[in-house]
């Protein structure tokens, strides 16, 4: 699966991807790098069943990466990146499924951004396991505060207001929920475009889809001074 998916997102010609539940753990660091042309980036797990985030670089790809943030979970890394003489924060988290646990998260996941960010240009990806639009959810107000505090917007919403923009998928495939999301700067929000939802192709072990996520796809216009 992981090379199937290392091979794809070569093909697709990504520059910057964000992979949430990876499953890594730190002694198997030199496999999980192997077969990567480019930059690797891991939080790792304490269990090959759950949790780990990733965020890889093409090769070649002109990026300058300052420092790299990690939490010991497995569930978030923060990356401080300087791109075309802005220094912007990367951040991939990969949200809990239950409410208590993961209004917790929110709270940590801002004091971390806040503690390592070096300035206001952050981009946060991930699976955030809830949704924007559930009042009922405890965890969405809070992650809410974040939003407006860090200054971010919602790009799909922003963007593509007029679609669903369902990520997560059921059994049979049906998309049935929006928990993935782009957060980004508002002053930079008007670079991205083309932003898309799909399915990653294909399928490993046994036949078995290769996730039960969609994934975002989006483009970056020039980001000069």
């Not at 003489?85 to 991939?92: A, D, Q, R, T, V």
């Not at 996941?109 to 206001?120: E, G, W």
């Not at 990806?125 to 407006?148: A, P, R, T, Y």
Request: proline share 2%; net charge positive.
């Amino acid at each position: 699966k992981r090379r199937k998916i290392y091979s794809w997102l070569h093909e697709s010609k990504i520059d910057i991807a964000f992979l949430q539940e990876t499953h890594f753990i730190q002694k198997f660091e030199t496999k999980y790098n192997t077969g990567w042309k480019g930059q690797p980036f891991h939080t790792y797990s304490d269990s090959v069943f759950s949790r780990g985030v990733s965020i890889y670089f093409r090769e070649n790809f002109d990026v300058k990466i300052i420092n790299v943030k990690r939490a010991i979970h497995g569930r978030k890394i923060l990356i401080n990146v300087e791109l075309n003489g802005y220094i912007f924060s990367l951040i991939n988290i990969y949200a809990p499924n239950t409410g208590s646990k993961r209004s917790e998260f929110f709270k940590n996941v801002q004091c971390f951004i806040t503690k390592h960010c070096l300035n206001d240009n952050i981009l946060i990806c991930g699976d955030f396991n809830c949704q924007l639009n559930d009042e009922k959810d405890k965890s969405v107000h809070i992650l809410k505060k974040m939003i407006d505090k860090l200054r971010l917007t919602d790009l799909w919403k922003k963007t593509c207001s007029n679609l669903n923009g369902l990520t997560w998928c059921d059994t049979e495939n049906n998309p049935k929920s929006r928990i993935d999301y782009i957060l980004i700067i508002e002053n930079f929000s008007h670079k991205f475009n083309g932003l898309c939802i799909r399915k990653i192709p294909g399928t490993h072990s046994k036949g078995c889809r290769m996730s039960d996520h969609k994934f975002f796809k989006v483009s970056v216009s020039d980001i000069k001074r």
